[in-house]
């Protein structure tokens, strides 16, 4: 029986989802054009390999066919993914917004601080550089 679930999210820049994947476990790796690994497997563009037995595919949503917009998609059976990645992949979204959020604003000018909170959550300090 297959567990394959799409995350609803989108990830819109890859390098910044690589640097995501190094800060929560360096050991993660994406890899290009091969079968994530999970129940029956599935061929991706993209795959998140994780340490373990189950992987995370990259896959456009629907009308995104020929954008750079990615989507999650794993077999989330026992809680491989979880484990790594939080349910429904949410410690990955949560560092991948992070990052983004604290590139915009370094873009903009302004310097940021992040501190992580005890139930997992992360603030983030945005300040005007002086």
Not at 63 to 80: C, I, K, T
Request: aromatic share 8%; proline share 2%; glycine share 6%.
């Amino acid at each position: 029986m297959s567990h394959w679930l799409k995350v609803q999210t989108e990830i819109r820049d890859l390098n910044v989802l690589e640097e995501a994947l190094h800060n929560l476990n360096p050991d993660i790796k994406l890899v290009q054009n091969v079968k994530a690994r999970g129940y029956s497997g599935k061929t991706f563009e993209w795959v998140i390999r994780l340490p373990g037995l189950y992987d995370v595919g990259l896959t456009r949503p629907l009308g995104f066919a020929s954008s750079e917009v990615w989507e999650l998609e794993a077999d989330m059976w026992m809680g491989h993914v979880e484990r790594v990645l939080g349910r429904n992949c949410e410690k990955l979204v949560q560092e991948y917004a992070t990052i983004m959020l604290e590139r915009q604003a370094r873009r903009k000018g302004y310097m940021t601080r992040r501190e992580k909170q005890d139930d997992g959550t992360v603030k983030l300090y945005v300040q005007e550089v002086c």
